[in-house]
């Protein structure tokens, strides 16, 4: 049961993490903003106990939300990095 709670909250404090980037740099185009969300939380959910391996830095519950509330962060916006090379928006002549 707790290994289902610690999983929980690494999910919960990415996708926070990823709706206050979201929000900070919302282009207003609804599936980038989808996908930047999506990979903020998923960066986090799956990031965050491989920086605490790597590191060898002892892992709280805390510790470990924190962090994946950063890597909601910093996930998004590699999210929106990706998405802008993958489909580059088109510029109008105008």
Do not use: C
Request: glycine residues 12%.
């Amino acid at each position: 049961m707790s290994q289902d709670r610690s999983s929980v909250m690494l999910v919960v404090a990415g996708f926070f993490g990823s709706l206050i980037a979201v929000g900070k740099a919302s282009h207003g185009n609804l599936r980038d903003n989808l996908l930047a969300v999506s990979a903020g939380t998923s960066s986090a959910y799956f990031l965050t106990p491989v920086v605490f391996e790597v590191t060898g830095i002892a892992a709280s519950q805390q510790t470990m939300s924190a962090m994946a509330f950063l890597l909601g962060v910093l996930g998004q916006r590699g999210g929106e990095i990706v998405i802008g090379k993958v489909f580059p928006e088109t510029k109008t002549e105008g």
